[in-house]
Every structure is written in structure tokens, then in C-alpha cells.
């Protein structure tokens, strides 16, 4: 075993419940997964953060259940490994808060150089 650290060990990273939207909300809720459709949030917030000069610092990654299930929303956790932070973990509507989610990360992340 090698131990090796990833360059968004020094930031932090971003977790995306793919259970959500993938399972949990088509499941559960039909008519909000026809308004999200192929919409995939962790894709979308990694294109973000690459764009905003953040894709080496923080990863976006996919999970499975976060065990905060609220009906028709993606849980979300922030981790800020790097800047002391704590974690914190959101249920968001996928397409309507995605841009809130996005600068959320942005301000965590920007200020932990």
C-alpha cells in the first residue's frame, strides 16, 4: 500500500448523492424527475468548477445515499478538507438551486487559498 495525497487534499471536495436523482427521485417523485429529465448535477458542477479555475483544487464527486433523504431533492455535501471549515450538507432542487449550490462552492472554496 502507497499512501498518496490528490491536489484538492489542500481545498476539499463536493459530494453529490446520485442515489437522488438517479433512484430516489423517479421513484418517488415522477412529475420532478420529468422536469429534471437527463439533468445530472455532479457533471454540471464539475464543468462549473473547472470553468471558474477550481477543477484541481475541488472535486466533485458522485456518492450513493447520504441518509438525508428530503422527497424530491439531491443531497449535496460541502467539504472543506483545506480551510478549516465544516461540512455542510444540503437538499436542493436540482435544476432551481443549482446556481445557488454553484456559488456556495465558489465562496467556500475561493477564500481557502
Known sequence: MKSATPP???SGAVLVCETCYRVRIPDETPAIAKRIGAFALREWLKLRCREAGLGKRVRVIGTTCQDVCAVGCVTVTILPLGAGGEP????IDALED???IFQRIVDTFSTSR
Open 8 to 10: 484538492w487534499a489542500e
Open 88 to 91: 455542510e450538507t444540503l437538499a
Open 98 to 100: 443549482r446556481e445557488a
